[in-house]
């Protein structure tokens, strides 16, 4: 099992940015895949990014792509999410994820998600 915990949510002004955090412990050695999703009210949950966690390789959707980047530090446990230039359709709740399986972007092949934090961006 693994159990993860995401933090670093909050209010934020449009153009402002945000890094959110998500610890990871239990049964780490088989965690192949990372990732960020979000859920909007009245929305379906949707890729945001993902991160192979042994080679760094990372993936992202089109509309973060530029702005967006994960991360994760090997030593602490820890992905992260650098959020940039945030606009007002980014205000959702952010999900950490994570697969022993291979790379998706779907979030049914994730069997273990965080409890999600509130990112909310607004004037």
């Known amino acids: 099992q693994v159990q993860l915990v995401e933090s670093g949510g909050g209010l934020v002004q449009p153009g402002g940015s945000l890094r959110l955090s998500c610890a990871a412990s239990?049964?780490?050695?088989?965690?192949?895949?990372m990732g960020w999703y979000r859920q909007a009210p009245g929305k379906e949950r949707e890729f945001v990014a993902a991160?192979?966690?042994?080679?760094?390789?990372?993936s992202y959707a089109d509309s973060v792509k530029g702005r967006f980047t994960i991360s994760r530090d090997n030593n602490k446990n820890t992905l992260y999410l650098q959020m940039n230039s945030l606009k007002t359709e980014d205000t959702a709740v952010y999900y950490c994820?994570?697969?022993?399986?291979?790379?998706?972007?779907?979030?049914?092949?994730?069997?273990?998600w965080g409890q999600g934090t509130q990112v909310t961006v607004s004037s």
């Open positions: 239990g049964s780490i050695f088989s965690i192949y895949v």
């Open positions: 994820s994570a697969t022993n399986g291979g790379a998706s972007h779907t979030p049914k092949d994730y069997p273990y």
């Open positions: 991160i192979t966690w042994s080679t760094g390789s990372t």
